[in-house]
C-alpha cells in the first residue's frame, strides 16, 4: 500500500502564493505520472495540472501561467506551485500518484487525502 501525505494549504490572500507537497511513501518503488485535483463547494471535481515521469507538464485553462507543478523523483514528492491566486481558486486540493514497481511496470494508482486551500481577504 502506498500512502499520499500532503501539506502546504492554508488560508491566503488573493493574489498571494502557497506552494502544496505530495510526498508518496509506504510500498512504492517510484512514481510515474502524477496529477493534482481541486474540488469547491458546490462544484465537480477537476483536474488541475499533470506531470509525467520525466517531466513534461499539462495545466487546466484556468491555471495556466499561474500554477506550476513539479516533481522530486528521489523524494517520491509532488508539488504544485500556486502564484497570483484567486477567490476562485477556493477548493480541497487532491494529488494523484501512479506508481511502478521494480520491474518498471504500472503496479497502483493512489489519491491524497485533500488539503483545503482557502483564498479571501
Known amino acids: 500500500q502506498v500512502q499520499l501525505v500532503e501539506s502546504g494549504g492554508g488560508l491566503v490572500q488573493p493574489g498571494g502564493s502557497l506552494r502544496l507537497s505530495c510526498a508518496a511513501s509506504?510500498?512504492?518503488?517510484?512514481?510515474?505520472?502524477a496529477a493534482w485535483y481541486r474540488q469547491a463547494p458546490g462544484k465537480q471535481r477537476e483536474w488541475v495540472a499533470r506531470?509525467?515521469?520525466?517531466?513534461?507538464?499539462n495545466y487546466a485553462d484556468s491555471v495556466k501561467g499561474r500554477f506550476t507543478i513539479s516533481r522530486d523523483n528521489a523524494k517520491n514528492t509532488v508539488y504544485l506551485q500556486m502564484n497570483s491566486l484567486k477567490a476562485e481558486d477556493t477548493a480541497v486540493y487532491s494529488c494523484?500518484?501512479?506508481?511502478?514497481?521494480?520491474?518498471?511496470?504500472?503496479?497502483?494508482?493512489?489519491w491524497g487525502q485533500g488539503t483545503q486551500v482557502t483564498v479571501s481577504s
Open positions: 506531470i509525467t515521469r520525466g517531466g513534461s507538464t
Open positions: 509506504g510500498s512504492i518503488f517510484s512514481m510515474n505520472a
Open positions: 494523484n500518484v501512479e506508481t511502478l514497481n521494480r520491474l518498471g511496470l504500472v503496479s497502483g494508482m493512489y
